[in-house]
């Protein structure tokens, strides 16, 4: 069992960067999450996928009806917070917050309490072992935010690489990454996935399912939008936020073909049904 996940944000919902449009500028901007959202939507029904969607809660109030109608397409409604802000930035009383309204506004939408959380940009670190915490105190039941490897921000390099419960009761279900040269490399998702060509992406895949190891892919749905608006972010960064939008979608095509995908409730089912 692999999971297909989705970070259900828009094209802006960038972080770590001065030139994103800030938090009370997002509601004059166009919205493109819902037609994104949709593409990916009709594929997912295509190959017969459930997904997980982690929905951030700014999202879920305006567009309540998308968030019901992806519920209702039979896919898992997770948390990915509320105003898409950096854990190890923000601090704990203020993660709480944030984690109290993404609920909210998902409730409100859906009338569905999300048990799964992802922090934005991977946010859940070194630094914020208390997150963990946070997160059981408010109900939730699981966490796919720990992103084993080196990021540009984010990331929690050497952490087990494998799903694990931990000591508070909390699955962890950290995001795919291959070993080379000793160091971790994420591949399966986002910026990673757009720039891999495919033929090496699936080829780690396959690796991986061969170990026994669960797929967690996660994408955005400006992951597939060539014609989003392009932010000046300089060089580097632009790159890494724009390359690889054309090649995007066959690429998901192919993975949906060559592995068998779910949500993160069915992996859970699975899970337990196995003795984990
Ligand atoms: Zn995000």
């Not at 692999?2 to 997002?26: G, K, M, Q, R």
């Not at 917050?97 to 409100?108: G, N, P, T, V």
């Not at 608006?229 to 998901?252: E, F, H, N, Q």
Request: hydrophobic letters at 40%; proline letters at 5%; one cysteine or more.
């Amino acid at each position: 069992m692999n999971v297909f996940s989705i970070d259900l944000e828009d094209w802006f919902h960038l972080l770590d960067t001065d030139a994103a449009p800030s938090f009370c500028d997002w509601s004059e901007l166009e919205s493109r999450v819902e037609g994104n959202a949709r593409a990916l939507l009709t594929e997912l029904d295509h190959h017969c996928v459930r997904a997980t969607f982690f929905v951030l809660g700014w999202v879920a109030e305006r567009y309540p009806q998308l968030v019901c109608e992806i519920a209702e397409r039979g896919h898992e409604i997770a948390s990915h917070g509320y105003a898409h802000e950096l854990v190890y930035e923000i601090g704990r009383d203020a993660f709480r917050e944030d984690l109290k309204r993404s609920k909210d506004a998902i409730e409100s939408a859906a009338n569905i309490s999300p048990k799964g959380y992802r922090a934005p940009g991977f946010s859940i670190t070194w630094k914020t072992p208390w997150a963990f915490d946070v997160l059981a105190e408010e109900g939730f039941e699981y966490d796919s935010s720990v992103f084993p490897s080196l990021r540009a921000h984010g990331g929690m390099s050497g952490a087990d690489p494998l799903p694990s419960r931990l000591a508070n009761g909390i699955d962890e279900y950290p995001i795919s990454t291959v070993n080379l040269a000793g160091s971790r490399l994420g591949y399966l998702g986002g910026g990673y996935l757009r720039l891999m060509p495919r033929i090496a992406l699936l080829h780690l895949a396959r690796s991986q399912v061969r170990r026994s190891e669960p797929l967690i892919l996660y994408i955005h749905p400006r992951d597939i939008d060539l014609a989003q608006p392009r932010i000046d972010l300089g060089a580097l960064r632009s790159l890494r936020t724009y390359v690889g939008l054309r090649g995007c979608m066959g690429k998901v095509r192919a993975l949906l073909e060559s592995f068998e995908w779910g949500r993160f409730e069915d992996l859970r089912i699975a899970s337990s049904g196995a003795g984990r």
